[in-house]
Nanobody, 124 residues
Framework: QVQLVESGGGLVQPGGSLRLSCAAS????????IAWFRQAPGKEREGVSY????????DYADSVKGRFTISRDNAKNTVYLQMNSLQPEDTAVYYC?????????????????WGQGTQVTVSS
C-alpha cells in the first residue's frame, strides 16, 4: 500500500525553524518526484517546493525562496523540508505529494499520492 506520512510540524515563534519529514512506504521514493504543498484556512492549496526524482533539481514558490530547502534521502525513503525564518503567513497544513510522472509546472496540485498533512503554526 502506497503511503506518505508527514511529521515535524508544530508551533514555532516568528523567525524560528522547523524541519518537516515525508516518509514513504509501499514504494521506492527515488522513482518519484516529490513536492510539498500547504493550505491555510480559507485559502487554496499552494505549491511550496519540488524535487525531481533523477537529478535532484528543485523548485520553490517565490514566497519561500531563500528560506526553505527541500532535500531527499533515498536510503531512508524520506524527503525533508527545512524551513527557516518562519513567519506567521507560513502557518498552514503542510502536505507532501508524490508522482512518478510529475505535472508541469511541478508546483500544481496534480500528484497521484498525498500524505495526511502536518500542522505548522507560526505565532508569538
Amino acid at each position: 500500500q502506497v503511503q506518505l506520512v508527514e511529521s515535524g510540524g508544530g508551533l514555532v515563534q516568528p523567525g524560528g525553524s522547523l524541519r518537516l519529514s515525508c516518509a514513504a512506504s509501499g514504494f521506492t521514493l527515488n522513482y518519484y518526484a516529490i513536492a510539498w504543498f500547504r493550505q491555510a484556512p480559507g485559502k487554496e492549496r499552494e505549491g511550496v517546493s519540488y524535487i525531481s526524482m533523477n537529478d535532484g533539481s528543485t523548485d520553490y514558490a517565490d514566497s519561500v525562496k531563500g528560506r526553505f530547502t527541500i532535500s531527499r534521502d533515498n536510503a531512508k525513503n524520506t524527503v525533508y523540508l527545512q524551513m527557516n525564518s518562519l513567519q506567521p503567513e507560513d502557518t498552514a497544513v503542510y502536505y507532501c505529494a508524490a508522482d512518478s510522472v510529475p505535472p508541469w509546472p511541478p508546483l500544481i496540485a496534480n500528484y497521484d499520492y498525498w500524505g495526511q498533512g502536518t500542522q505548522v503554526t507560526v505565532s508569538s
